[in-house]
């Protein structure tokens, strides 16, 4: 078992920056690390995933405008967002996952993101 911990998010105005921040419970290192995000009445989707090879993969809606970045020393996985859009609103989760090995598969309690102004 790993407990996710997020933060960073906030209210921030269009055309703007946030970095949010994942912080594991143990080593990361044999996890696939990723961030998702929920928007009221959407599905969950992928904004960004990264291996522990440091391979990365970037969902389609936030891509050019978020880097996934990980820290195996300090068990963290980070997502520096740009130049965000009102439609970027939205609770993001970060996860840490080996669905590919054995299902394992661990969600954060979500951190809330707001474009407005």
């Known amino acids: 078992q790993v407990q996710l911990v997020e933060s960073g998010g906030g209210l921030v105005q269009p055309g703007g920056s946030l970095r949010l921040s994942c912080k594991a419970s143990r080593t990361i290192v044999t996890f696939i690390m990723g961030w998702y995000r929920q928007a009221p009445g959407k599905q969950r989707e992928l904004v960004a995933r990264i291996t522990f090879g440091g391979s990365t993969l970037y969902g389609d809606s936030m891509k050019g405008r978020v880097t996934i970045f990980r820290d195996n020393d300090e068990d963290t996985v980070d997502l520096q967002m740009d130049k965000l859009e009102v439609d970027d609103t939205a609770v993001y989760y970060c996860?840490?996952?080996?669905?590919?090995?054995?299902?394992?598969?661990?969600w954060g309690q979500g951190t809330q993101v707001t474009v407005s102004g």
């Open positions: 996860n840490a996952n080996r669905r590919d090995l054995d299902g394992s598969d661990y």
